[in-house]
């Protein structure tokens, strides 16, 4: 290991190449395309280690958007959930979220069937997730006392010492080996690091399409994100601190959840072909309309849109000096998709100060990083075809409801809830929880609720 | 807006841990102050007062077994929970994680260190103004 590592240094170095090398020293400039969470984190621990390394380095952060807006200037089109895992973590690193940037916390789920409903409570009855807007909120709003978590990671960032150019980027080209970056309005800049964060809803990715690089695109489907006035206090009454998740047997739909907020509530829609009809036919089920006041239409909400969404990471998404994060990478199922940028960020400011920035650095010590999400992921596939097919059963439905509900009223291990809260929160790693799901205690005790729902079918 | 406010609020005077209790988790402050109580001899000693964005309970992850002291709120309090698994399974994963805890650790030592200094000066003076005392 230790030799190989020479030569990837060595092949790398000024003398061998006539290039600079492949490591960032002391006033190298670094640009991030996309102010989102995936840029603003790799800023901040870039910078932050960094400084524990004694390295004063130039940060760039070109973002176009200004996120103190209200969409669509503001928005970056997500259900906007910071799952609990994360929320700890953040508080291990020294990042406390706010109340100005958290709309509501979040201390239960609301499971939702056509055979029932089912509350569960966080053991500790603590608020671990937040639920929260990226930019400042939905179209329309005016005078909202939050701030958006976009916009707050990037001040974190900016306090950091990184800064942000306003600008949309127009082109990058490779120069000597390094990189330079245009936009319509600022001179070209040339940097000796250039990591692309930008997602995979804006054309920033197109960029790099006919570059020398062997990056390719994630695979994207698209989800669909409604946003709904009902008012703090019917929110309040009518779904509380609680996620409500829906297991319904609606064709296409892989699953559902409402979010309730400060003022709004956002509803998040995953599955195949999604569009406004199956929104619609979502909306208008009775599951749906009795989490909402009688007089609720949900025709018309405030927000909308069809976001991409990754669902299948990117290829090879590092080359000499340049790395893709986030979305724009390698990026968790449907879950937590914040989180997944906090990882991936993280991996790639720590090789980018400690390893370097060549192809071979990030391939040693960000790939893994993203390799452990992407093994993950196969397992998220499979969870989510279960979950898919028990959705479709009306007996598995009632089964797997029974099952969470006697662990709330009896003093048995919650194995059925805590899959379900760790599936529909993202807290957990989907190997965690599938591996869960195997044990025999639990398989013992879904068969016998199955067996039971089926007696109780025939008499 | 304090919808927004995660964790768990504890009451002026309410217990957060108990000295003796089984600890598996560690706690961030994330408003207002706690203050750190040791009992000696069925007296309650303040040890430390704690606030916003500080640490305490972290003993319990890495050495594991019982809580040395008893942890109180002063004034309304907010406390984020972090459970022992997922700090451990991070750290594992990332241990860069562990940076800012090692920090605020090795203040802490610091602060003991100038504590424990300042104690021996003083009980040097007192010794030494006693033998002086009974030379008289």
């Not at chain 1, 671990?128 to 400042?136: E, H, V, Y």
Request: hydrophobic share 40%.
């Amino acid at each position: 290991m230790r030799g190989q590592s020479f030569i990837t240094s060595f092949t790398n170095s000024a003398f061998s190449t006539g290039q600079p090398a492949c490591k960032l020293e002391n006033g190298s400039p670094v640009a991030v395309i996309g102010g989102g969470p995936s840029g603003s984190f790799f800023s901040y621990f870039l910078l932050e280690m960094a400084e524990r390394e004694g390295l004063e380095l130039k940060v760039d952060i070109y973002e176009p958007r200004d996120f103190s807006l209200p969409a669509p200037q503001g928005c970056n089109n997500c259900a906007g959930v910071i799952s609990e895992t994360l929320v700890q973590n953040l508080a291990m690193e020294g990042i406390n979220l706010p109340v100005a940037v958290v709309q509501r916390g979040i201390d239960s789920y609301v499971m939702h069937t056509d055979v029932g409903s089912l509350r569960i409570d966080t053991p500790s009855h603590e608020k671990r997730i937040g639920a929260l807007f990226r930019a400042a909120g939905p179209r329309g709003l005016v005078n909202s006392e939050w701030v958006g978590f976009d916009g707050h990671m990037l001040s974190l960032a900016q306090n950091k010492g990184a800064q942000v150019i306003k600008a949309r980027v127009t082109d990058v080209e490779r120069v000597d080996g390094r990189l330079q970056v245009k936009t319509r309005n600022t001179p070209p800049q040339i940097y000796d690091l250039l990591s692309v964060a930008s997602g995979v809803n804006t054309s920033a990715l197109k960029l790099f399409e006919d570059q020398e690089f062997n990056y390719q695109p994630p695979k994207t489907t698209r989800a669909a994100i409604h946003e709904y006035f009902l008012g703090a206090d019917a929110i309040e009454r009518y779904l509380g601190s609680s996620l409500h998740v829906f297991l319904l047997d609606i064709p296409n739909l892989m699953f559902a959840m409402i979010v309730p907020k400060g003022d709004y509530v956002t509803v998040c829609l995953l599955g195949a072909d999604i569009d406004e009809d199956l929104v619609q036919t979502f909306i208008r089920s009775p599951e749906v309309k009795s989490c909402f006041p009688p007089d609720w239409r949900g025709d018309q909400p405030e927000c909308q849109c069809f976001p991409r969404i990754n669902v299948r990471g990117a290829i090879q998404p590092y080359a000499d000096r340049v790395i893709f994060l986030g979305d724009a990478g390698v990026s968790r199922l449907y879950k937590d998709g914040i989180g997944a940028a906090y990882r991936a960020a993280k991996a790639a400011a720590s090789t980018a100060i400690f390893e370097g920035i060549s192809a071979g650095d990030f391939k040693k010590h960000y790939w893994p990083a993203c390799r452990v999400m992407q093994i993950d992921n196969q397992f998220g596939r499979m969870i989510f075809t279960i979950t898919h097919a028990i959705q479709r059963i009306r007996l598995s439905r009632r089964a797997v409801l029974l099952m969470a509900a006697r662990e709330q009223r009896e003093d048995i291990p919650p194995r059925m809830s805590s899959v379900l809260w760790d599936t529909f929160t993202g807290s957990a790693p989907y190997r965690d929880i599938f591996l869960r799901t195997l044990q025999p205690a639990f398989l013992c005790r879904f068969a016998w609720d199955l067996a039971n729902e089926i007696s109780r079918r025939e008499t | 807006m304090r919808t927004g406010a995660l964790g768990k609020i504890y009451q002026a005077g309410e217990v957060i841990v108990n000295q003796g209790d089984e600890g598996d988790c560690m706690y961030v402050i994330q408003e207002g102050q706690v203050e750190i109580l040791k009992e000696i001899d069925g007296r309650k000693v303040q040890l430390a007062l704690r606030g916003e964005g500080e640490f305490f309970g972290e003993m319990a992850l890495f050495e594991g077994g019982t809580r040395t002291a008893t942890v109180r709120a002063m004034g309304t309090a907010r406390v984020l929970t972090i459970d022992k698994k997922n700090f451990l399974r991070r750290i594992h994963e990332d241990p860069s994680l562990a940076y800012h805890l090692v920090k605020s650790m090795s203040a802490r030592i610091r602060q003991l260190s100038e504590d424990v200094a300042r104690l021996e000066n003083l009980l040097d003076r007192d010794s030494s103004s006693a033998i002086a005392g009974s030379n008289r």
